[in-house]
């Protein structure tokens, strides 16, 4: 009985991840009638990206010219209505510092009214005739085509998962279905090792793996855990964080609440019936070593969306090859592409969305012009790094690693205020600003801060 009800659940969770593959489309496509639809706007992906660039078309080019594709039915199945989530709230739904309730709203009430949304997933994008394919078999023609379509979380990777996720002690910030696991596993915290991983593939939210290493020490110093705990952080990288100045602090938070960080240990298999994960030492190829645990958080490899794999618009790993400064296609200039899925060489975050979109919102207007593209997209991104229930270290910084920060003050130190901003006041410009095309990042802000210095 057991087993099977594991099976199901195993059924399930890979029905959950591969709505948008290729061969499941496919299956959805047989019997289909085809019928032809054209727009002048084509977003790929209703996400943060592809939401908030539709909101932008809408108001240049009217809603009836604007169409997103983004999936429909068997999204997630557990709740009624299609969801959209502010997935950067997830760090905090982990540590049960808010619910996963308040993280999501229907994609109905988020899509910019009177835009076409086309509930099927894509399952094929033809460049050349301009023209993409769903998964019910439609064909679709576009003048100008924005491709959003996010990135693909690989679990499977790693043996042992994701079925291991129905054993407790184990959870996942990146995953609708594996967040709430989180806060079990720290909630049910009795005494050993608690593990945190950070993959050997691009991430979005690169300070996601090790904030809820931090926002778990300090849940079991609050319950008196903490002298029966061993914290270690395993990480892919040969850094704490790509950017030196919050580096520095982040290795002195390290110090000081006694925390392991082990560089350039990957995660390989989890053996959760026995609470053992295993992890390959990069530096020494072939050599792996074996950790117990009693929780464990998985970071999950990530990688471009399967329909890009092979793909004209995609480099040679998968990502939509874009130019770095005006996010137009490097060889297909009526295609665009905006946030994970993208080979910008910068941290994916929503908050390198929102600069991204303003952006890519000038470039498209000057295309629409035949004029060059002018305005330059600097790699701004943020990391709100949190490190405590009340403490972030706020990181902005650019293409070159660069702190680029809005406040006057010094970012790299922990604030109270900067854990208000990514509790209360980032959710609400997510959903009223950056989703309705309102919110283009910081910059402007940060001229005014520095008067005008920066
Ligand atoms: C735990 C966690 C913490 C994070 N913390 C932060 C943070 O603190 N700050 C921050 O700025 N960012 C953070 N992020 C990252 C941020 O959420 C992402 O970078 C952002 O959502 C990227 O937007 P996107 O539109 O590119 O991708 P998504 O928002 O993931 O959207 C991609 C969309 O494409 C759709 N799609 C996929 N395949 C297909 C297909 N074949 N056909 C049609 N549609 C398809 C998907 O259904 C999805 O809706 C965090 C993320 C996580 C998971």
């Known amino acids: 009985m057991a087993l099977s009800v594991i099976r199901w659940q195993h059924l399930l969770w890979t029905r959950l991840h591969r709505v948008c593959e290729p061969s499941v489309c496919r299956l959805h496509a047989t019997g289909c009638q085809q019928s032809k639809e054209h727009y002048k706007v084509l977003v790929l992906g209703g996400g943060s990206a592809g939401i908030t660039m539709s909101a932008r078309m809408k108001r240049k080019i009217g809603a009836e010219n604007v169409a997103v594709v983004e999936p429909s039915e068997a999204r997630n199945p557990l709740h009624r209505l299609i969801m959209h989530y502010y997935q950067p709230l997830w760090t905090l739904v982990g540590a049960g510092a808010k619910s996963l309730k308040t993280s999501g709203r229907s994609t109905a009430s988020v899509m910019p009214s009177g835009v076409k949304w086309i509930k099927s997933c894509v399952q094929e994008i033809n460049p050349d005739n301009s023209t993409v394919r769903t998964g019910d078999g439609k064909e679709i023609s576009y003048q100008y085509l924005i491709v959003a379509l996010g990135l693909k979380l690989q679990y499977e990777k790693i043996k042992g998962l994701p079925e291991g996720f129905e054993h407790p002690g184990i959870g996942s910030n990146y995953s609708l279905q594996t967040v709430n696991k989180t806060w079990a596993a720290l909630q049910n915290f009795k005494e050993g090792n608690a593990l945190f991983t950070f993959p050997n593939t691009p991430v979005k939210c690169a300070g996601a793996p090790q904030k809820i290493m931090y926002l778990s020490e300090a849940y079991l110093r609050k319950t008196g855990k903490r002298p029966k705990a061993n914290i270690i952080y395993n990480t892919s990288l040969p850094v704490l964080f790509g950017v030196k100045k919050y580096a520095d602090a982040l290795w002195e ?15 390989i298999e989890v053996r959760a019936d026995k609470r053992e994960a295993v992890f390959e030492k990069l530096d020494n190829p072939g050599e792996t070593v074996t950790y117990e645990y009693e929780m464990l958080h998985v970071t999950p490899p990530m990688g471009p969306p399967d329909v890009l794999k092979g793909n004209p618009l995609a480099d040679q790993g998968g990502w939509l090859d874009v130019d770095k400064d005006v996010l137009q296609h490097k060889r297909y200039p009526n295609v665009f592409g905006i946030g994970d899925c993208t080979n910008l060489p910068t941290s994916k975050t929503a908050a390198a969305v929102a600069a991204q979109s303003a952006v890519l919102d000038r470039t498209i207007s000057k295309v629409m012009k035949n004029e060059q593209p002018d305005k330059k ?78």
């Open 253 to 267: 938070i390290v110090k000081k609440r006694d925390l392991q960080v082990n560089l350039r240990h990957n995660l």
């Open 377 to 454: 997209y600097d790699g701004y991104t943020s990391c709100p790094l949190v490190t405590s229930y009340n403490t972030v270290i706020l990181a902005e910084f650019d293409y070159k690693q660069q702190p680029l920060e809005t406040f006057p003050i010094d970012q790299g130190k922990e604030r109270i205020i900067m854990y208000h901003m990514k509790a209360t006041l980032m959710p609400h410009l997510y959903w009223h600003g950056l989703l309705r095309g309102l919110w283009g990042g910081p910059g402007p802000y940060r001229k005014i801060m520095h008067l005008g210095m920066k």
